[in-house]
């Protein structure tokens, strides 16, 4: 655990593996800190520098009054990555954390090698709706929104298991300022022009049962981006790292062999 002081905020953030590994940086979604990342890492190739941090307002970062805007949320990132002298990463980013990685993409190319956007969009929700979100957080608390977006976040049959309690306390436990803060940035932001210009290897991976970024959304996405390709998980929904981690991690395996950040994979 390490924090670094951007000069705005600090960033609480975690380095795994060996100094001198192909980096690949993790940025999650809202409402979860980078443990949500945890049931994956165990299953990816051997070797990789995993970088993972909790965007402001979020995890063990510090929390500024809300609301936040998208670009603050991706120069944070960019100051961390610059921090540890990251280039050609591979950038994992989930939700929210797929629109930091659309914005520091076309704002910082010589940091990224590869994008994999999972489970978000150009565009997430409409302005309604993060507005009523905002003033459900603001005024009843974070814990009056935790059904509806537990069914968002995963499908019937891990609803109904007793992991779903970890999730649902882990966004109950996230600061109600750092939840509309960063939906107030979601609320105003539209990828669609910048993300048409992207030209890397890209990835986007959809949950079937997301109740928050469906397929169709995702897919919309990555037919922006020229040659990207594009995985369905089944039996998952917002969160497929949680819900299916050794397809997640399959498919994040056989995509960073592709761009050449781990030897490919037998068989
Ligand atoms: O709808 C949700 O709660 C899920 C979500 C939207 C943006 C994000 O990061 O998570």
């Known amino acids: 655990m390490q924090i670094f002081d951007t000069g705005d905020v600090q960033l609480h953030y975690r380095v795994d593996g060996p100094e001198d590994g192909a980096p690949v940086v993790f940025a999650n979604s809202l409402g979860t800190d980078m443990r949500l990342w945890d049931p994956i890492l165990p299953l990816l190739a051997p070797g990789l520098r ?8 979020h995890g ?5 009054p809300a609301p936040y805007s998208m670009g603050s949320l991706i ?3 960019e100051r961390l990555l610059d921090h540890l002298n990251v280039r050609n990463c591979v950038f994992v980013g989930l939700s929210i954390g797929g629109m930091i990685a659309q914005g520091l993409a076309v704002k910082r190319l010589d940091m990224i090698r590869a ?3 999972s489970n978000t969009a150009t565009k997430i929700g409409t302005r309604d709706i993060w507005a009523e979100r905002i003033a459900g957080v603001e005024q009843h608390g974070i814990e009056s929104l935790a059904d509806g977006i537990m069914q968002r976040w995963f499908s019937d049959d891990f609803r109904a298991t007793p992991d779903l309690a970890l999730w649902r306390n882990m966004l109950t436990r996230q600061p109600d300022a750092g939840y509309a803060g960063c939906s107030a940035a979601i609320s105003h932001s539209d990828f669609m022009t910048p993300t048409s210009g992207l030209r890397l290897p890209a990835l986007g991976i959809a949950g079937s049962e997301d109740g928050s970024t469906p397929p169709d959304l995702v897919r919309e996405m990555m037919d922006l981006i020229p040659a990207s390709k594009f995985k ?4 998952a929904g917002h969160l497929p790292c949680v819900e299916q981690p050794q397809e997640y991690a399959d498919i994040l395996n056989d995509f960073l062999a592709s761009v050449g950040h781990i030897p490919k994979q037998k068989g």
């Open 75 to 77: 120069t944070d990132t």
């Open 60 to 64: 063990l970062s510090s929390c500024p």
């Open 232 to 235: 369905l998980i089944r039996r």
């Open 50 to 57: 995993i970088i993972r941090f909790d965007k402001r307002g």
């Open 115 to 117: 994008l994999v956007l």
